[in-house]
C-alpha cells in the first residue's frame, strides 16, 4: 500500500508478446489468463450489461461486451403503436435522460408532418433538455468519483440531482419520466415563481460544485487514478463515431448544440467546451465545464424567453395522427454525445420504422473493447464511467 | 502531484457540521401543484365515452358498468377502471378526456396488502385524494389534442338566399369535411342516441380514409335516404357528441351529406352490391312515401320482398318533399336517394288514396303484410276566436301548395303562431314570397315558449332573422281582430312559463301585459295530427290504443293486427330518422312474420 498511491512500477517481463497485427494469441489452457466477469449485475457497470475481461494478473488482455439484459423491444413496440402511445414509451429508452428521446420523437414527428410549434414551447423545450443535462451530469459525477473510491461525491451529486428533480416536478408533473414534450408542442407554462426557486437550486448546484472541486478534481487520488489513462486517439472520432465530452475531451469541437443548432440554441451565447489531452481525468473535468454551461444557459433562457404564449401548435387528431410518408433523422447534444431518431413513416397512423440512435451504443462497445485491453482491473469501473454509458439506449 | 491536491480533498470535512440533506420521511412530502399521481373522476360529468381508454398504450383503463348509473343518450352508463399494475402516469388519458372530468391527484403513496385494490374506480370507490385539489389537470389553454372547433359550413349570405328557394348550405370541400372529421374521437356514444344507430364513427372514419364508397355502404347499412338525412336530420347524434363538452360537436349531419353527394347515382348500385337479390314470392303493401315508408320498402327489398307503396300525392317523400322546404332540401336530392330505392324494384302507386280508392281490407287480402307510415298531416288549430277566418291557414297545407308549385295567398302583413322548426320553415318559406312579391318582408312568428327555450334550432332562428323575418318569443294569442270580414291583426298575453313544475304543458300568463301584432294573413303552426280513417273499425277493435289515443305497438312496430305494422310520425319522432328507424325494424318484423306464418 505504502509507495504505490504516488508510484507505479510496471512489471511486464511476463506478458505475453504481441503478434505483428498488435494482438495477442490467448491461450487459456495455459493457465495464465483468469475469465472474469463485470456484471451484468455490477456497482462499477452504469446499467446492466457485462464485460466479459480475460486478465492476466490485473491487467485486462481481451474484453467482449455482452448486452440484451435490458432489451425491452422498444423500437419494435413503437411500430404497433399510434404515435401518440409512443410518447410515454420514448422517455423510458434512456432512464437517466428521458427528455432528449421525448424531444428527438417529437421534433422528427413535427419535422415529417410539417408542423412549426410556437415559440414558447421552443423555449420551455430548451430549458427542460438543459435541466435534463444538468441533473444528468450530477447523477455521473457521482458515478465517476464512485468508480474512483469516493463515496461522498455521489452522496452530494443525488442531492443536487433530487433539488432538479423537484423542479422537473413542477414543471412537468414528473420526477423521472417527464412526458412533457408531446408531439406539437409541451404540456405546461413555468408554474409561478419557478424561476426563483430555479435560481435557488442553480446556486446551491454551483456552491457544492466548488466542493466538488476541491474534494474531486483537486484529489491526488483522483488525479492519479484518471490523468493519462484511458485515452482516445482524436484519430479515432469518426472512426469510431464518437461524439459529445468524449469527443470534446479529445480536442475535437463536436456539439450538436453549436453544429446543428435546434430549438433557440442560435440565440444562445456559449462555446462548445473542449480539452486537450483526452484522458478520464480531462472527459471529467469538460463534463464538469459543461455542467456549469447549462447552470448558465438556463439562466439565459429565463432572461431572454417569453413570459407568455401558446406551448402547442394545433395538431391532427392524436388519436388517428397520419404522419405524412416520409423519413427523417433528428438529432440533439446528450450530455454522452449525439442522440438522434430516424423515423420513418409510411403514412398510416403508426409509425413504419423508428431506429434510436443512443451514443453509449458506439462508446460502451467498439470503442470501450478497443480502449479496455492493457487496463488495470481496478481501472474498468472508471474508465467505463468515463465514457458515461447507459446500457438501456444501447439496447432499444 | 501537487501538495495542494493532498489537502484539498479534506475541505469535505465541513460537511460534518452542517444539516442532513436528507428528507427524513418522505411519505409526509407533499407532491407538486401538477404531480402526477392517482387518478379523480368526477363521475357526475364523466360520460363513459372511453376515450381515456382508447388512448392509453398500457391498456391500463377498461370501461366497466357502474352501479346506479344508467345508460342514456349521451351517457355510456361505463366508468373508467384504473389498474395500477399497468398505468405509467403519464396523463394522457386525462389530456385526452372529453369531459375534463378526470384528473390526478398529487397522492402517490398508497400501501394495501390486497393486490387487487389497486384495480379501481375513481370516483366511485371513494379514495383519500378524491378531494384533493392539487394534481395534474388538462393544461390550459390553447392545448387540444384534438379539433374542439367545427369547420364551418360554408353558407350563401342572407341577402343572396332571401328571394330564392335555392339551397343555401353549400357543402364540405374535401379538405374541409376531412378536417372535420380529424376531430372524432370514435366514441360512438352518437351511435347509441342515432335512432337508426348508425355506424357514425365508421362512416366518420372512411372520409379520413377518404374511401367514399365505403362510407356509403356504411350510411346504406341503417339509413337508404343519406342524402336527405345529409341535410335535414334532427342530428339528435350532434346534440351527444362527446366533443360538445368542451368544443363544438362533430358536424356529422354534413359529413354524411358529404359521403353521399361525392358519390354519384350511376354508381350506386355497384357500390352497393345491390341487383342480385332473388325474389322470394311474398308482397308487401305500403302506405304512404315518408321515410318510414321507403325505409320499410328499402329493406324488405333488399331480402327479397315485392313492395308496392301506395301514396296519395302525386310524387314521394312524404313530409320531406310536401312539408320542408326546398331551400333545406332541394327535390333532386330528394329523387336521388328515392329513385335508388325503386331501382331496387320497389313499385309506388300514386294518388292513390287509402281507405277511399283501394281499402284496407284489400290490401289485406292481396298482400302478406301491410305497413303503413302516414305521417301526421292534419294541422292543429290554436281554436281562438277568429281562427275560423279564411285567411288563417296551417303552415303543413301552405307548405304542402307550395311543393306542389301551386300559388298560395301571400299577404303584406303576415304572423306565424308557432315556435318550433315548422313555424321558422313557413316563416322563411313566406318572407321568400314577400320579398318576390312585394320587395320587402314583414312576417313574424311568436311563440308561447321564450326564446331560450324555443323548440326550434337555434341556427332556424338566427338564419330567419339574418333573412328580416321578425321572431318575437313569449307570447299566447288570445284572439284574432277581424274587422269586415278582413284580418287586422293578433292579440296576445305574456307568457310566464310553458310547462308546470311536473314538466307538464300548462301555460300561465299575464294578462295584463299584451300585444297586438298587426296582420292580413295568419298561420297557425302548432303541431299536426294524425289521420288514420283509413283503418276501419274491424281492425282497430285490433289495435291496442294507449290512454291517450295513441296507438300501441311492439319492438317490431307490429300491432295487434298482427298483419298490419305501422311506424313513423304517427309512433316516434317526429322526424325523419325515426322514420328510418322504424321503417327498417318493420322490416325486420315483417320477415319474420310471414316466415312464421308460412
Ligand atoms: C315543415 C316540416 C319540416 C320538417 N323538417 C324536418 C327536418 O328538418 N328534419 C326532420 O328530421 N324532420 C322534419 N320534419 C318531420 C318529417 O318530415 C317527418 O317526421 C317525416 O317525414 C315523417 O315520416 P313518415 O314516414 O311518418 O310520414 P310522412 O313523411 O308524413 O309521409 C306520409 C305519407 O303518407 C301519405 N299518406 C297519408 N295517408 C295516406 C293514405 N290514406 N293513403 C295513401 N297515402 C297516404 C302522405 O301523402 C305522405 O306522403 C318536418 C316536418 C314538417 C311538416
Ligand atoms: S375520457 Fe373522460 S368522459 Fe370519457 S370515459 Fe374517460 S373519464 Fe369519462
Ligand atoms: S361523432 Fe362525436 S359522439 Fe360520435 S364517435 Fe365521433 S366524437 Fe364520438
Known amino acids: 500500500m505504502k509507495n504505490k498511491l504516488f508510484k507505479i512500477t510496471e512489471d511486464r517481463s511476463q506478458f505475453p508478446e504481441k503478434n505483428a497485427d498488435g494482438k495477442i494469441d490467448i491461450d487459456l489452457s495455459s493457465h495464465k489468463y483468469l475469465k472474469l466477469w463485470q456484471g451484468p449485475q455490477h456497482p462499477g457497470i452504469t446499467g446492466n450489461m457485462a464485460l466479459e475481461l480475460t486478465v492476466l494478473g490485473d491487467e485486462v488482455m481481451h474484453c467482449e461486451t455482452h448486452v440484451g439484459y435490458l432489451h425491452r423491444g422498444f423500437e419494435k413496440l413503437m411500430e404497433r403503436r399510434k404515435y401518440i402511445q409512443c410518447f410515454p414509451i420514448v422517455c423510458r429508452v434512456a432512464v437517466p435522460e428521458p427528455d432528449f428521446n421525448e424531444y428527438c420523437f417529437a421534433s422528427a414527428m413535427e419535422e415529417l408532418a410539417g408542423i412549426e410549434i410556437p415559440e414558447m414551447a421552443k423555449w420551455l423545450r430548451t430549458l427542460v433538455l438543459e435541466m435534463s443535462r444538468l441533473q444528468s451530469y450530477l447523477m455521473w459525477i457521482g458515478g465517476q468519483s464512485g468508480a474512483f473510491g469516493s463515496g461522498i461525491i455521489g452522496q452530494w451529486a443525488n442531492y443536487l440531482r433530487d433539488l432538479v428533480l423537484d423542479r422537473f416536478e413542477e414543471l ?44 474531486m478534481f483537486n484529489n491526488a487520488v483522483f488525479k492519479k487514478r484518471s490523468v493519462g489513462i484511458g485515452y482516445i486517439d482524436p484519430a479515432w472520432i469518426n472512426k469510431f463515431g464518437i461524439t459529445g465530452p468524449n469527443a470534446r475531451a479529445a480536442g475535437v469541437a463536436k456539439d450538436v448544440r453549436k453544429d446543428y443548432p435546434y430549438l433557440k440554441y442560435a440565440d444562445l451565447d456559449f462555446d462548445a467546451i473542449v480539452g486537450k489531452d483526452s484522458d478520464i481525468y480531462t472527459r471529467a473535468d469538460v463534463r464538469r465545464k459543461d455542467l456549469l454551461l447549462s447552470i448558465d444557459l438556463i439562466r439565459q433562457i429565463f432572461a431572454k424567453m417569453p413570459e407568455k404564449g401558446d406551448i402547442k401548435a394545433k395538431t391532427p387528431n392524436v388519436l388517428h395522427w397520419k404522419v405524412p410518408k416520409g423519413e427523417t433523422y433528428s438529432r440533439a447534444e446528450c450530455t454522452r454525445g449525439e442522440y438522434g431518431y430516424y423515423m420513418v413513416s409510411d403514412g398510416t397512423e403508426y ?7 443512443g451514443p453509449s451504443y458506439t462508446h460502451a462497445i467498439a470503442l470501450l473493447e478497443k480502449m ?13 464511467v468515463s465514457l458515461h454509458t447507459y446500457p438501456p439506449e444501447i439496447e432499444r | 502531484m501537487k501538495l495542494k491536491d493532498i489537502l484539498s480533498p479534506f475541505t469535505a470535512w465541513k460537511h460534518v457540521v452542517k444539516e442532513p440533506v436528507t428528507i427524513k420521511d418522505p411519505q409526509s412530502r407533499e407532491g407538486a401543484e401538477r404531480y402526477r399521481g392517482f387518478h379523480k373522476n368526477d363521475i357526475e360529468s364523466c360520460i363513459g365515452c372511453g376515450t ?82 392539487k394534481g395534474w389537470k388538462k393544461p390550459e389553454p390553447n392545448y387540444e389534442l384534438y379539433g374542439t372547433e367545427r369547420v364551418h359550413m360554408p353558407e350563401l349570405h342572407a341577402e343572396d338566399r332571401d328571394k330564392s328557394f335555392i339551397e343555401f348550405v353549400t357543402g364540405y370541400s374535401k379538405q374541409q369535411a376531412e378536417e372535420e372529421a380529424d376531430r372524432c374521437v370514435e366514441c360512438g356514444i352518437c351511435t347509441a342516441t342515432c335512432p337508426a344507430h348508425m355506424g357514425i364513427p365508421e362512416y366518420i372514419k372512411a372520409i379520413r380514409n377518404d374511401d367514399l364508397e365505403e362510407g356509403l355502404r356504411i350510411l346504406y347499412e341503417t339509413n337508404p335516404l343519406p342524402e336527405i338525412c345529409g341535410r335535414i336530420c334532427t342530428h339528435k347524434c350532434e346534440d351527444v357528441c362527446s366533443i360538445g363538452h368542451k368544443g363544438d360537436p362533430l358536424s356529422i349531419r354534413w359529413l354524411k351529406r358529404y359521403i353521399a353527394d361525392q358519390n354519384p347515382s350511376e354508381k350506386y348500385k355497384e357500390i352497393l352490391n345491390a341487383g342480385n337479390v332473388e325474389n322470394n314470392g311474398k308482397k308487401v303493401a305500403i302506405i304512404g312515401s315518408g321515410p318510414s315508408g321507403l325505409s320499410a320498402a328499402y329493406y324488405l327489398a333488399l331480402t327479397g320482398y315485392d313492395c308496392t307503396i301506395y301514396e296519395k300525392l302525386p310524387e314521394a317523400g312524404g313530409m320531406m318533399r310536401y312539408g320542408i322546404p326546398e331551400y333545406r332540401l332541394p327535390y333532386d336530392q330528394i329523387d336521388k336517394d328515392i329513385n335508388y330505392i325503386l331501382s331496387l324494384g320497389v313499385k309506388i302507386e300514386y294518388n292513390v288514396n287509402i281507405g277511399t280508392d283501394i281499402t284496407l281490407d284489400k290490401l289485406k287480402s292481396d298482400y302478406d303484410a301491410v305497413f303503413a307510415g302516414t305521417g301526421l298531416h292534419l294541422g292543429r288549430s290554436t281554436r281562438i276566436p277568429g281562427s275560423d277566418h279564411k285567411d288563417v291557414f296551417f303552415a303543413t297545407d301552405l307548405l304542402r301548395e307550395i311543393s306542389l308549385g301551386k300559388e298560395i295567398q301571400v299577404s303584406e302583413k303576415i304572423v306565424v303562431i308557432g315556435g318550433g322548426n315548422v313555424a321558422m320553415d313557413i316563416t322563411r318559406s313566406l318572407a321568400r314570397l314577400q320579398n318576390n312579391k312585394f320587395g320587402k318582408v314583414d312576417v313574424t312568428a311568436t311563440s308561447l315558449e321564450s326564446e331560450d327555450i324555443m323548440p326550434a334550432d337555434r341556427e332556424e332562428v338566427v338564419e330567419s332573422r339574418e333573412e328580416k323575418a321578425i321572431i318575437d318569443p313569449g307570447w299566447g294569442p288570445t284572439s284574432i281582430e277581424i274587422e269586415n270580414d278582413k284580418i287586422k291583426g293578433l292579440h296576445v298575453q305574456k307568457c310566464l312559463s310553458v310547462f308546470d313544475e311536473s314538466g307538464r304543458f300548462s301555460p300561465k300568463f299575464d294578462e295584463k301585459d299584451t300585444k297586438f301584432f298587426e296582420a292580413d294573413m295568419i298561420v297557425e303552426s302548432i ?53 328510418i328507424a322504424n321503417g327498417h325494424k318493420a322490416a325486420i318484423g315483417i320477415d319474420k312474420f310471414i316466415n312464421q306464418d308460412g
Open chain 1, 172 to 215: 412537468t408533473g414528473g420526477r423521472i419520466y417527464h412526458m412533457y414534450q408531446l408531439p406539437g408542442g409541451v404540456r405546461g407554462l413555468l408554474p409561478d415563481g419557478f424561476k426563483e426557486r430555479m435560481e435557488e437550486t442553480l446556486q446551491t448546484i454551483e456552491k457544492f460544485m466548488g466542493d466538488i472541486d476541491k474534494v
Open chain 1, 351 to 357: 409509425p413504419r420504422r423508428i431506429n434510436v440512435r
Open chain 1, 372 to 384: 479496455i485491453i492493457n487496463t488495470n482491473i481496478a481501472d474498468v469501473a472508471g474508465l467505463m
Open chain 2, 52 to 133: 381515456c381508454e382508447d388512448i392509453c398504450q398500457n391498456e391500463a383503463i377498461d370501461l366497466v358498468p357502474v352501479d346506479g348509473i344508467e345508460t342514456k343518450d349521451g351517457d355510456s352508463g361505463l366508468r373508467p377502471m384504473i389498474d395500477y399494475g399497468r398505468c405509467c402516469w403519464c396523463a394522457l388519458c386525462v389530456d385526452v378526456c372529453t369531459t375534463n372530468s378526470l384528473s390526478l391527484s398529487n397522492h402517490f403513496t398508497w400501501v394495501d396488502e390486497d393486490p387487487d385494490a389497486f384495480r379501481f374506480i375513481p370516483g366511485v370507490d371513494k379514495k383519500a385524494w378524491d378531494n384533493e385539489e
Open chain 2, 527 to 579: 303541431g299536426q295530427g294524425m289521420d288514420i280513417e283509413y283503418i276501419n273499425p274491424e281492425t282497430r277493435d285490433q289495435i291496442e290504443f294507449d290512454p291517450r289515443g295513441r296507438i300501441v305497438v311492439d319492438e317490431y312496430f307490429q300491432t295487434g293486427a298482427k298483419w298490419l305494422f305501422i311506424g313513423g310520425d304517427i309512433i316516434q319522432g317526429p322526424d325523419v330518422i325515426h322514420g
